[in-house]
């Protein structure tokens, strides 16, 4: 297992990621994932925030077209977040915390389809306000994603540290 | 040698928060009794634009600082417990004009809200503007010292009579380096805890630390110098959740006036600016801890000047949806007038140039 990573952190394009001096290896893949950190959990973020009650003047409904820019953003993150494993497979995919951020972040994904079934289909919206059950749901989004943030910046702390302290 | 260097920045920045604050006062002041609506909406904005330039005004102290004492050893008649003394009121200051300034912000989004600001804001941002006015002038006066030894002896010279000798006396003796004026001070406060037998490397970092003054204390923990490591880590993940924060309010309301989701009156989603400002906080706060511990990271960093510069112009834009109608009249399924679209593109882009110039600092500037 241990030769699988070592391979993959060694290929020509890990190699390049890890090592190259141009601004377009790690220093923007690691822009592009903060930035869609931002469109993801920030979108997130926001319903999560009117489902539990902040802005009660602003209707619920037309959020679901922000969830374009949500998915943007966490396309960004899966494709640029494979690139800094892949580029330091061994001691990311050795590290624990780095399966602790990958849990929250299922955890939030999950949530967030049950959100847009439960809330954004119910034909009650913004009708009523927002039952208990989707006030849970939107509680445990904000916590699934502050656990994904807090164990995502943890990676350059804990275990074998590599990357961007 | 450039010709205007960032202690000349300073020099023309530590005018404002003084000047600016004492003009807004004077006008927030006269529409307080003359209950002049538009008077103390200009004092508002004056307030709010003024505590938006103190961050580049504190920012370039510490750069002055290093213009002044490069590498760190001050020349002989430059005293270094006057310049903690001035970063310490100047850092007291301006955590009270960061206050008075979010304040000012919330009355003036409430204003758009409610004909009248909520009386407790009223007077809060009254006695705010009155303590960060006073806590300005006294850095200022400290911060003039630093130079103006002809202030300094001259004030000394009067209030001891007759001891002309008294500021010559005094000059010599800040130009050792802390460690020799901290050293008697350390005997004492060492010896008790020296009994038992601990008498290692560590009992002379506190004297030390009392000497450093509050701006450089609070600087050594976040660095970790005081044994909490994990400081530094946690304030960088708040700095992310402000992030995080700061980005779902600027995108939600900015794309809805781009044209997105569109059934959203724009007056509705306005109720979310202040959780944006929140997040703007954290970041501040935690920006500001960055800064402390290390500010020669970022002193000299082009990249935090630009960042510094957006942050500055993200403060002016944020105005827009405060003080103009026409964003206001954007009801649902409305398309927004060409200015609104303009000004929401340069708010998108001003965070995405905050979030890239700060991301940058450690790849195309000096940070770790």
Redesign the interface.
Same mark, same amino acid.
């Given at each position: 297992m241990m030769d699988f990573l070592h391979w993959v952190e060694n290929t020509g394009f890990s190699t390049w990621v890890r090592t190259s001096s141009s601004i377009w290896a790690f220093p923007v893949v690691l822009l592009i994932h903060t930035i869609g950190m931002g469109l993801c959990v920030g979108v997130s973020a926001g319903i999560d925030l009117r489902i539990l009650g902040f802005g009660p003047g602003i209707r619920l409904a037309p959020f679901e077209k922000y969830f374009p820019i949500l998915w943007l953003g966490f396309w960004m993150n899966a494709v640029t977040g494979t690139i800094l494993v892949m580029q330091d497979a061994s001691s990311k995919l050795t590290n624990p915390d780095f399966y602790v951020k990958m849990i929250f972040i299922a955890l939030a994904i999950i949530n967030l389809r049950i959100i847009r079934v439960r809330v954004f289909r119910d034909p009650q919206i913004d009708r009523v306000p927002s039952s208990t059950n989707a006030k849970v749901l939107a509680a445990l989004s904000l916590f699934f994603w502050l656990g994904a943030i807090t164990a995502g910046r943890l990676l350059a702390y804990v275990g074998e540290a590599s990357g961007l302290k | 040698m450039e010709s205007l260097n960032l202690a000349h920045a300073h020099l023309l920045l530590n005018h404002l928060p003084t000047i600016g604050f004492g003009m807004g006062l004077a006008i927030y002041i006269a529409a307080y009794f003359a209950k002049n609506d538009h008077l103390k909406k200009a004092g508002l904005v004056i307030f709010f634009l003024v505590a938006v330039m103190a961050i580049p005004t504190y920012m370039t102290g510490s750069a002055a600082e290093r213009v002044l004492c490069p590498e760190l050893k001050c020349p002989a008649d430059v005293s270094v417990p006057m310049i903690r003394k001035h970063e310490d009121a100047a850092l007291i200051a301006f955590v009270l004009m960061e206050i008075t300034g979010f304040f000012s912000w919330l009355a003036l989004w409430q204003l758009r809200r409610t004909p009248k600001i909520p009386s407790i804001n009223r007077v809060g941002v009254l006695l705010l503007s009155v303590i960060s006015f006073g806590l300005m002038a006294l850095a200022a006066t400290e911060g003039g010292e630093i130079r103006h030894t002809e202030i300094r002896e001259k004030l000394e010279a009067a209030a001891t009579p007759g001891a002309a000798a008294g500021p010559e006396a005094a000059a010599p003796a800040p130009a050792p380096t802390p460690e020799g004026a901290a050293a008697p001070g350390a005997a004492p406060t060492t010896e008790p805890s020296a009994a038992p037998a601990a008498a290692t490397a560590a009992p002379p970092a506190p004297a030390e630390e009392e000497h450093q003054g509050i701006a450089r204390s609070i600087g050594s923990a976040v660095a970790g110098n005081t044994g909490i490591g994990w400081l530094w $880590?946690a304030f960088?993940?708040i700095h992310?959740?402000g992030?995080? %924060?700061?980005? +779902?309010?600027?995108? %939600?309301v900015d *794309?809805r006036i781009l044209g997105? +989701?569109?059934? @959203?009156s724009f007056?509705? @989603?306005y109720? @979310?600016l202040p959780?944006g400002m929140l997040g703007f906080i954290l970041n501040l706060a935690t920006g500001m801890g960055f800064f402390l511990a290390a500010p020669g990271q970022y002193v000299h960093n082009v990249e935090f000047h630009r960042k510094i510069v957006f942050v500055v112009l993200a403060g002016i834009n944020v105005l827009y949806f405060l003080l103009f109608d026409e964003a206001w009249k954007i009801g649902?399924n409305d398309d927004a007038p060409f200015r609104s679209k303009a000004v929401a593109a340069v708010t998108i882009f001003l965070w @995405?140039g905050i *979030?890239?110039y700060g991301? %940058?600092l $450690?790849?195309?500037g000096n940070s770790?």
């Open positions: - | $880590p960088e993940t992310f959740v992030l995080c %924060m700061l980005f +779902a309010v600027v995108l %939600m *794309l997105m +989701a569109k059934g @959203l007056q509705s @989603l109720q @979310l959780f649902p @995405l *979030l890239y991301h %940058m $450690p790849f195309l770790f």
